[in-house]
């Protein structure tokens, strides 16, 4: 099991505008997994990530994407 997740995505006449992915483990080391339960989500009209952090008192906070160093994507 690399990764648990739920991935829910709303677009409107085709474009996208909404995103939500659900990731409910983190790998601790290789093959070892805790319950890390945490919420992604953002908007293409306002081009900013957010994550909920369930094991935190549900706290919200912006994050920045990982890049691949790819910029045509």
Same mark, same amino acid.
């Given at each position: 099991?690399?990764?648990?997740?739920?991935?829910?995505?709303?677009s409107v006449d085709g474009?996208?505008? %909404?995103?939500?992915?659900?990731?409910?483990?983190? @790998?601790?080391?290789?093959? /070892?997994y805790k319950w890390d339960?945490?919420?992604?989500?953002?908007?293409?009209?306002?081009?900013?990530?957010?994550? %909920?952090?369930?094991?935190?008192?549900?706290?919200? @906070?912006e994050v920045k994407p /990982?890049?691949?160093?790819?910029?045509?994507?």
């Amino acid at each position: 099991m690399d990764c648990v997740t739920t991935l829910i995505g709303i677009s409107v006449d085709g474009e996208a505008k %909404v995103g939500v992915v659900g990731k409910y483990f983190s @790998e601790t080391e290789p093959g /070892k997994y805790k319950w890390d339960p945490k919420c992604y989500f953002g908007s293409a009209d306002y081009p900013h990530l957010f994550c %909920v952090d369930y094991e935190n008192g549900s706290k919200v @906070e912006e994050v920045k994407p /990982k890049t691949t160093g790819d910029s045509s994507k």
